[in-house]
């Protein structure tokens, strides 16, 4: 089976998809959740296995806010990294360090501790090299406020409005967990081996930053900024489809008719096409209802996450670290659940190779 479509792969108590009810994240509506719960919410939801109480939530923000100082390994590592690295590569390559400075013990006993860990220092390390890279200081790291606030205040040193803080934590939100997809999928391979918390999210980092995965949003965004007009737009879309070429943000391996995250994306764009260019949203939306139209594919959540973070003068290179920092919730509840029925995945192949033959020395081989 090709790209292992329509194969179940395993179970998982965490999230929901494709069945007919939506997209939950343990039982409750992605929707829902997007519109009236804080990312930190959702992230202890996923993590620990249920809605925090006002006091639970409290001690869980504290933590993830202590994690913003980095250890100075890190810091280092980061700073030593060139100014032309992939922010994906300095999300990896900062895992990496941190699971260097802070590892987990070979019995896991402390991979709660670690996951809170790579949680709060994760936005923490693309602000630092932001910073230290593009503007040549060493930016402090601690705060109290949310991880919403604290990105967008952070990166760009300004007090951000309150409809861009909600459409950020809406974002984290959609994107914090999806089931079996390719890169929690890639976890869970790495978990099975008994590998390390640090290991398992980076080698779902390498995953992630595929374009057919999590950098299709920075793709959508420059083909759509590529438009003056909607007729423009909408003859390139006639001249890709012509061509059979694939528009990013289209298309989905489960969501055939509609992505359940794309309507709050919509939302979302819609509320903040004022903070930019307006025409931008017109183009988009026709855009999508040709794409739709003429070939059936639904726009997911990337055509308008890409979008929301340029109308937030986001920088288009941190939309799939966003990502990460984000997944990367549902990645370690998915290691954890790996973790706690494990058994090493190790699937089989049909063979397609030469039948059986002789060895040849090297001076037979011509
Ligand atoms: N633009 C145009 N055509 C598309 C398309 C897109 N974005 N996505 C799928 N199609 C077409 C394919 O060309 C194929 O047509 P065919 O049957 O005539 O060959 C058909 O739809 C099935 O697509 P396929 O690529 O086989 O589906 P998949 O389940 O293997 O892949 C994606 C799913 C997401 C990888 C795929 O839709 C894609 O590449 N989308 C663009 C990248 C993207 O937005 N990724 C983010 C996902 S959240």
């Known amino acids: 089976m090709e790209g292992l479509a329509g194969v179940v792969a395993g179970s998982s108590a965490i999230c929901s998809v494709g069945t007919g009810a939506g997209l939950l994240y343990r039982g409750y509506p992605i929707e829902e959740l997007a519109r009236r719960a804080e990312f930190e919410e959702v992230a202890h939801l996923l993590?620990?296995?249920?809605l925090p109480t006002e006091h639970e939530l409290k001690d869980f923000k504290q933590t993830l806010q202590e994690h913003?100082?980095?250890?100075?390994?890190?810091?280092?590592?980061?700073?030593?990294?060139p100014i032309s690295t992939h922010p994906?590569?300095?999300?990896?390559?900062?895992?990496?360090?941190?699971?260097?400075?802070?590892?987990?013990?070979?019995?896991?006993?402390?991979?709660?501790?670690?996951?809170?860990?790579?949680?709060?220092?994760?936005?923490?390390?693309?602000i630092y090299w932001h910073h230290y890279h593009k503007h040549g200081k060493q930016i402090p790291l601690s705060s109290k406020q949310s991880m919403a606030h604290y990105l967008l205040e952070r990166l760009r040193e300004e007090e951000p409005l309150?409809?861009?803080?909600?459409?950020?934590?809406?974002?984290?939100?959609?994107?914090?967990?999806?089931?079996?997809?390719?890169?929690?999928?890639a976890n869970r391979i790495t978990a099975s081996t008994l590998s390390d918390l640090y290991s398992c999210v980076s080698t779902g980092i390498g995953t992630l930053k595929g374009r057919l995965h999590g950098g299709a949003n920075e793709l959508a965004i420059a083909f759509i900024l590529r438009f003056d007009s909607v007729s423009q737009a909408l003859q390139e879309v006639d001249a890709l489809f012509a061509k059979?070429?694939?528009?990013?943000?289209?298309?989905?391996?489960?969501?055939?008719?509609?992505?359940?995250?794309?309507?709050?994306?919509?939302?979302?764009?819609?509320?903040?096409?004022?903070l930019g260019d307006p025409k931008l949203f017109e183009i988009a939306l026709a855009i999508r209802d040709k794409v739709k139209q003429e070939k059936g594919l639904p726009d997911n959540i990337d055509f308008f996450g890409g979008l929301i973070y340029h109308y937030m003068r986001l920088e288009r290179l941190y939309y799939?670290?966003?990502?990460?920092?984000?997944?990367?919730?549902g990645w370690m509840a998915h290691v954890f659940e790996q973790r706690a029925h494990?058994?090493?995945?190790?699937?089989?192949?049909?063979?397609?190779?030469?039948?059986?033959?002789?060895?040849?020395?090297?001076?037979?081989?011509?």
């Open 162 to 185: 309150e409809v861009e803080v909600k459409a950020m934590d809406a974002m984290l939100t959609l994107y914090a967990e999806h089931e079996f997809n390719a890169s929690t999928y």
């Open 320 to 329: 799939t670290p966003f990502f990460v920092m984000s997944r990367a919730v």
């Open 88 to 126: 994906m590569d300095v999300m990896k390559a900062g895992v990496v360090a941190l699971g260097c400075a802070r590892p987990e013990a070979l019995d896991f006993a402390n991979q709660e501790g670690c996951a809170l860990q790579i949680l709060g220092a994760l936005p923490a390390m693309l």
């Open 244 to 274: 059979k070429e694939k528009i990013m943000g289209f298309g989905h391996r489960i969501y055939k008719h509609a992505d359940p995250r794309s309507a709050v994306g919509f939302e979302l764009a819609k509320q903040l096409k004022h």
């Open 47 to 50: 993590l620990v296995g249920h």
């Open 342 to 366: 494990n058994r090493i995945i190790r699937p089989t192949s049909t063979y397609t190779g030469a039948p059986k033959r002789p060895f040849l020395p090297l001076q037979d081989r011509s």
């Open 68 to 81: 913003r100082e980095l250890p100075l390994v890190v810091k280092e590592v980061l700073q030593a990294l």
